[in-house]
Structures are given as C-alpha cells and as structure tokens.
C-alpha cells in the first residue's frame, strides 16, 4: 500500500523523526563462534583487510561489510552517510546528552531513507522529504564534517601526556636525549591517539624526516640507531590510522623523494650499519603508500624504478640486505603487482581520466613488472643456495614472482 500525498502525513512523519531511539544490538543466539583474530579481506590488497569482529569503542564507528557485532551495541543509522555505525552502548555525560537531544542528527537517532532512484520504494513516494535543511535543526550550527574514526579518546593513562609532551619538547629542543625521546615516542605512537598527535605537528613530522633521512657518510652506528628510530616513530605512527596519515598529507611535507633519496646513499655504504634503517625506510613508504595521493607521489618520484635499482638483485645472499629486498618486495607485490600493472599502465599513459592523468608515460609500465617479476625469481633461487635458515626470505620472494601481475605478463 502506497503512503498518501507527503503534505498530509507532514506533521506525523516530523513528529517520527524527531524521537529519540535507542538502538542496542540484541544479544547473538545461536551464532557461530568467530575468532577475533580472524580478518575479512574485500580485496587481494592486504591493506584493505579489517577484522571480522567489530571492536567497540565509546565512539561510533562504521560497521564494514559481514562484520560480527558483539551483543550489547549502541548500533545507528547514520542520517548523513547511510553507514551502519556502533559503539559500546554507555550512558551520555549531561552535557552531550542535551547538545544530541537538541538537534536533529543526534547520536540516537534512527531513520530509513529510501533510494531515491527507486521511487520512493514500497515505502511510496516521499519525494523532497531531504531537499533543504530539516526544520527540527533548532541548534543553530553547522555540525563538523563526518569522520569515519570519529573522535579518537585520549588514553586513560594520566603519565602518556606528560611523557609524550616530554619527548616532543627534547625531541625540537635538539639539545636533549634524542635517542631517549625517540625511543618513547616509538612506543607512544602504537596508540591511535598519539599517532594523530605525532602526525598533526609539522614541526615534530619534520624533525622526523630530517633525522630519518639524513645520512652520516661516515657511516656511524650511533647516527643509524637514531634514523632507524626515526623511522619506526614514523611507521607506528601510521600503523592503521587513516586519521594519523590524513594529518601527515596536510603538511605536504614530500617524505617520498626524500626517502627514495636516503635509501639510495645508504645503499651506498655499508651495509651492516644502515640495514635496520633501510628496512624502516621501506615500512614508511609502505605506510605512505596507503593513501591515494601518497601513490600518486611515489609515481611521480620513479619510485618502483628507484627501488629497483635499490633492490640490487646481483647481491642477494651476499651483502647482508635481504631483509630489506623482502619488504621492498612486499611494497611492490602490495601496490603495483596485485593485478593492477595493466590499469597503472593505463593510467600512466593518460588513457583515463583519474588523478594519475599527467604522470610521465615512463613510469610504471609493464617493462619495470617484468623486471621486478625477474628480480624475484633470481632473488628466490639465491635464497634457497643460502641454506635452510634463509627459508623464509625465500617463500617470500617466491610468492611475489607468482603475484597476479607477474601472472598476467607471462
């Protein structure tokens, strides 16, 4: 049965909209016991993986596609994004209570919008029902942009505040224990929170770069620790946190060139001392790379040639560096031989209208997969000569030789 004219229900379908729901997601009966280890991955990219258990936090977050909800969820439809998100269901503090209650899109509340390009559906039709602001918005403000994390809590534990403005402040001083002070900060930058807080400081993101990336020709086992530790702030940093890197992009800070540079001059020089910086490096480009404008950069900056020549195939089993070839070849595998050559190729060429339109047409075309594809093979058969103990490196290199873009240029 179709809904009469909108006008005439106007007044009750108001009144609907504005009640508050509560939403609790019920208890699971008879539901399947599911690891919360285990992950669901949409796509052979490993960076698009997300748990299948969704995790509460006192914030709402989105639920993904096949997630399992615990029982006792604050569960929401989100009147902006037409997202499903949950939180752990806990009271309000007043204050919050009175702002959510006072405007329309508050925490609680719960509507279902049609698809507009169905007609209105069996619901019938309520064309106009979201043209122009609700009436019910009495607040007066504009509401924030919606996050996907949402507002990221600061730990519980009262010393993380003191300790991390302690290691910020000798870390810019340059006068105190910077080894110290990365070392903390290494440690804090796990956490979501002071991931963002690392990231969002241009100043502390460049003191970062410029330790991480600057080379002691010398060779100095001292000044590696401290760029290897650089490094890894960096990379915890953007473990997992899209907020973190966001705040990284504002700064336009070009992190890539100058660490495709610094790669360059420590594979110059000896190997033991700058391996552990050199693998690091690698994980920051890795993490870097997540985001569609940190690729774009790496594109633009020759990268997967750079790290090519970087990568010395020549030398494996012989130089001390496989470590570092083995994360290179996750990079690689990751975002360029997951099945995408033929598409990057594309892409390079100006042949569709995307963001990587204008990229130099020598870049990432299918002669450099075919090179890194031969690079893995020589690199597999070299580690299995090295013995049992290079095993793993070997399965490694293995798999990135059988990667879906390799397979396609065979």
């Given at each position: 049965?179709r809904i009469?004219n909108?006008s005439?229900?106007?007044?009750s379908?108001?009144?609907?909209?504005?009640?508050?729901?509560?939403?609790s997601?019920p208890?699971?009966?008879?539901?399947?016991?599911?690891s919360?280890t285990d992950?669901?991955c949409?796509?052979?990219?490993?960076?698009?993986?997300?748990p299948?258990?969704f995790?509460?936090t006192?914030e709402?977050q989105?639920?993904q596609?096949d997630?399992?909800l615990p029982?006792?969820?604050h569960v929401r439809?989100?009147l902006?994004?037409?997202?499903k998100?949950a939180r752990?269901n806990?009271?309000?503090?007043?204050n919050q209570?009175?702002?959510?209650?006072s405007?329309?899109t508050?925490?609680?509340a719960?509507?279902?919008?049609?698809?507009?390009?169905?007609?209105?559906?069996?619901n019938?039709?309520?064309?106009?029902?979201?043209s122009?602001p609700?009436?019910?918005?009495?607040?007066?403000k504009?509401?924030?942009?919606?996050?996907?994390?949402?507002r990221?809590?600061q730990p519980?534990?009262?010393s993380?505040?003191?300790t991390?403005?302690?290691s910020v402040?000798?870390?810019l001083?340059?006068?105190g224990?910077?080894?110290?002070?990365?070392?903390?900060?290494?440690?804090?930058?796990?956490?979501?929170?002071?991931?963002?807080?690392?990231?969002k400081n241009?100043e502390?993101v460049n003191r970062?770069?410029d330790?991480?990336?600057?080379?002691?020709t010398?060779?100095?086992?001292?000044?590696?620790q401290?760029?290897?530790l650089?490094?890894?702030?960096?990379?915890?940093?953007l473990?997992?946190?899209?907020?973190a890197?966001?705040?990284?992009?504002?700064?336009e800070?070009?992190?890539t060139?100058?660490v495709?540079k610094a790669l360059?001059?420590?594979s110059?020089m000896?190997?033991a001392?700058n391996?552990?910086?050199?693998?690091?490096?690698?994980?920051v480009?890795g993490?870097f790379m997540q985001s569609?404008?940190?690729?774009?950069?790496?594109i633009?900056s020759?990268g997967?040639?750079?790290?090519?020549?970087?990568?010395?195939?020549?030398?494996?089993?012989?130089?001390g560096r496989d470590?570092v070839?083995?994360r290179?070849?996750?990079?690689v595998?990751d975002?360029?031989?997951?099945?995408?050559?033929h598409?990057?190729?594309?892409?390079?060429?100006?042949?569709q209208?995307t963001?990587l339109?204008?990229?130099?047409?020598?870049?990432?075309?299918?002669e450099?997969?075919?090179?890194w594809?031969?690079?893995?093979k020589i690199?597999?058969?070299q580690?299995?000569?090295?013995g049992?103990e290079?095993?793993d490196?070997a399965?490694t290199f293995?798999?990135?030789?059988?990667?879906p873009?390799?397979?396609?240029?065979d």
């Amino acid at each position: 049965m179709r809904i009469p004219n909108l006008s005439v229900l106007s007044a009750s379908l108001l009144l609907f909209l504005a009640a508050k729901v509560i939403a609790s997601s019920p208890p699971a009966q008879n539901s399947p016991s599911v690891s919360e280890t285990d992950l669901i991955c949409p796509t052979s990219s490993s960076l698009e993986c997300y748990p299948r258990v969704f995790s509460p936090t006192p914030e709402f977050q989105t639920i993904q596609p096949d997630q399992h909800l615990p029982p006792g969820l604050h569960v929401r439809l989100n009147l902006e994004t037409g997202l499903k998100e949950a939180r752990l269901n806990i009271p309000l503090e007043e204050n919050q209570a009175k702002i959510e209650a006072s405007v329309f899109t508050e925490t609680n509340a719960v509507a279902i919008v049609p698809d507009p390009d169905t007609d209105g559906g069996p619901n019938g039709d309520i064309d106009g029902l979201q043209s122009g602001p609700s009436s019910l918005d009495r607040s007066g403000k504009t509401p924030p942009p919606y996050s996907s994390h949402g507002r990221i809590p600061q730990p519980q534990d009262p010393s993380s505040g003191s300790t991390f403005e302690t290691s910020v402040s000798e870390l810019l001083s340059q006068r105190g224990d910077t080894v110290s002070a990365l070392e903390d900060l290494e440690d804090l930058a796990h956490d979501i929170y002071y991931g963002v807080e690392v990231t969002k400081n241009r100043e502390v993101v460049n003191r970062l770069v410029d330790l991480m990336t600057s080379v002691d020709t010398n060779g100095k086992e001292e000044r590696a620790q401290v760029s290897a530790l650089a490094a890894l702030v960096l990379s915890n940093a953007l473990q997992n946190n899209p907020a973190a890197l966001g705040e990284l992009e504002t700064h336009e800070i070009d992190v890539t060139r100058r660490v495709i540079k610094a790669l360059e001059e420590t594979s110059r020089m000896d190997k033991a001392t700058n391996v552990k910086t050199q693998e690091r490096l690698v994980s920051v480009l890795g993490r870097f790379m997540q985001s569609e404008s940190g690729l774009i950069r790496f594109i633009k900056s020759s990268g997967f040639e750079s790290l090519y020549s970087i990568f010395d195939v020549a030398s494996t089993g012989r130089d001390g560096r496989d470590g570092v070839r083995a994360r290179m070849a996750l990079l690689v595998t990751d975002h360029f031989l997951d099945g995408t050559v033929h598409e990057v190729a594309d892409y390079v060429r100006g042949d569709q209208q995307t963001q990587l339109q204008g990229v130099s047409g020598s870049h990432q075309t299918q002669e450099t997969a075919a090179l890194w594809c031969e690079a893995f093979k020589i690199a597999h058969q070299q580690m299995l000569k090295a013995g049992t103990e290079s095993q793993d490196l070997a399965e490694t290199f293995e798999k990135a030789s059988r990667s879906p873009g390799c397979i396609s240029l065979d």
